[in-house]
T-cell receptor
Framework: GESVGLHLPTLSVQEGDNSIINCAYS??????FIWYKQESGKGPQFIID?????DKRQGQRVTVLLNKTVKHLSLQIAATQPGDSAVYFC??????????FGQGTRLTINP | GAVVSQHPSWVICKSGTSVKIECRSL??????MFWYRQFPKQSLMLMAT?????????EQGVEKDKFLINHASLTLSTLTVTSAHPEDSSFYIC????????????FGPGTRLTVL
């Protein structure tokens, strides 16, 4: 079956640097993508989303880029802070309601 | 806005007992709620989709008689783990779909179940 996957399971960056977390998807029919942040022992927290008719969407310190040609999604976090340390999941909607999650990337912020 | 709560946040029970977990959308109506389980250092696995007023749709491999789901109102869904065993120990997370322009799912804080 088709799935959403991530290129890197772990990522370490220096505090204040920018982070880029990547995600590959294989279902060209997916039309809605979401990035979630999950801290230890907590539920996923919505960060930002994007529809397939867009290439880029910006939030507060975060930007999501969608490249439909190569089926690639990325999350950029500007000026990372210690509180950004978490596991980040990309997810896509397939069909009417289901979310399919990637395996996650653990982001560690070094002081 | 878009707050989802779960209760309890953690529970420890003896093998063979049943445990009920509640999921509530606090500030919006959710026609659809979802139940996931997550093992340590793994991604979320969808267990079932719960629609208000109708039977839940279970994912392949999920025992519907073991994981009973009830979605009695637009703000409440419950998951009951019946005759729990140690292998059912996991982190159970619900989400509610917010029917705005994005149909985004918002997640609860999760329930840690430990079966002794």
């Amino acid at each position: 079956g088709e799935s959403v996957g991530l290129h890197l399971p772990t990522l370490s960056v220096q505090e204040g640097d920018n982070s880029i977390i990547n995600c590959a998807y294989s279902n060209s029919a997916s039309d809605y993508f979401i990035w979630y942040k999950q801290e230890s022992g907590k539920g996923p927290q919505f960060i930002i989303d994007i529809r397939s008719n867009m290439d880029k969407r910006q939030g507060q310190r975060v930007t999501v880029l969608l490249n439909k040609t190569v089926k690639h999604l990325s999350l950029q976090i500007a000026a990372t802070q210690p509180g950004d340390s978490a596991v980040y999941f990309c997810a896509e909607t397939q069909g009417a309601q289901k979310l399919v999650f990637g395996q996650g990337t653990r982001l560690t912020i070094n002081p | 806005g878009a707050v989802v709560s779960q209760h309890p946040s953690w529970v420890i029970c003896k093998s063979g007992t049943s445990v009920k977990i509640e999921c509530r959308s606090l500030d919006f109506q959710a026609t659809t709620m979802f139940w996931y389980r997550q093992f340590p250092k793994q991604s979320l696995m969808l267990m079932a989709t719960s629609n208000e007023g109708s039977k839940a749709t279970y994912e392949q491999g999920v025992e519907k008689d073991k994981f009973l789901i009830n979605h009695a109102s637009l703000t409440l869904s419950t998951l009951t783990v019946t005759s729990a065993h140690p292998e059912d120990s996991s982190f159970y997370i619900c989400s509610a779909r917010f029917r705005g322009w994005t149909d985004t799912q918002y997640f609860g804080p999760g329930t840690r179940l430990t079966v002794l």
